[in-house]
């Protein structure tokens, strides 16, 4: 993904559905994804992260599935709570870069309805 | 409690006016970051450094500058040169080995106001 300084993309989705967000990224050599929630004026707080060896990994009510065919990341988060309404940034790095440095992607403003 | 610090969290400056964010880590780690996020946009990157006594400029470098003089901080310094300093800044480090785990922890940001 890449930060282009554009406004955020939203998904608006009710209590109990299941959520997803798509991120697409751009370098094929990339190996190492991770999403984050950032929530209103604070710091980005890690989600799940899922290395390019892998297609699907799961953690608690979150999935990241990884399709390196396209270029494609997903979030998919179970039975939405109010809580995880936030904004979600996918990242990405590959093994050039092996100190850490991310590639950010725009973010998604995820809204939850009670 | 390991994790990371910025202060302060809300900094008011006149125009003209240079201003230095903090950020210190006691996670250990070799690299770290520091960020830049406008309402409703993305992160957008300004400095890194992999080591101690090194940085490399990020994508919005002008009008900003670093140092690194220990491995634990990493200050950001807003100069009268950066056009349209208001913006929440926000610093993070990584471990940085090369290990393949390239998660940056983030510090909880600070909010510059230009007035």
């Known amino acids: 993904g890449e930060s282009v300084g554009l406004h955020l993309p939203t998904l608006s989705v009710q209590e109990g559905d299941n959520s997803i967000i798509n991120c697409a990224y751009s370098?094929?050599?990339?190996?190492?994804f991770i999403w984050y929630k950032q929530e209103s004026g604070k710091g980005p707080q890690f989600i799940i992260d899922?290395?390019?060896?892998?297609d699907k990994r799961q953690g608690q009510r979150v999935t990241v599935l990884l399709n390196k065919t396209v270029k494609h990341l997903s979030l998919q988060i179970a039975a939405t709570q109010p809580g995880d309404s936030a904004v979600y940034f996918c990242a990405d790095s590959w093994g050039g870069t092996s100190y850490g440095k991310l590639t950010f992607g725009q973010g998604t403003i995820l809204t939850v309805h009670p | 409690d390991g994790g990371i610090t910025q202060s302060p969290k809300y900094l008011f400056r006149k125009e003209g006016q240079n201003v230095t964010l903090s950020c210190e880590q006691n996670?250990?780690?070799?690299?770290m970051y520091w960020y830049r996020q406008d309402p409703g946009q993305g992160l957008r990157l300004i400095y890194y450094s992999q080591i101690v006594n090194d940085f490399q400029k990020g994508d919005i470098a002008e009008g900003y500058s670093v140092s690194r003089e220990k491995k634990e901080s990493f200050p950001l310094t807003v100069t009268s040169a950066q056009k349209n300093p208001t913006a929440f800044y926000l610093c993070?480090?990584?471990?940085?080995?090369?290990?393949?785990?390239?998660?940056?922890?983030f510090g909880p940001g600070t909010r510059l106001t230009v007035l």
């Open positions: 993070a480090s990584s471990i940085g080995d090369g290990g393949g785990n390239n998660e940056q922890f």
């Open positions: 996670l250990n780690h070799d690299a």
């Open positions: 899922i290395r390019s060896n892998m």
């Open positions: 370098n094929s050599a990339s190996d190492y």
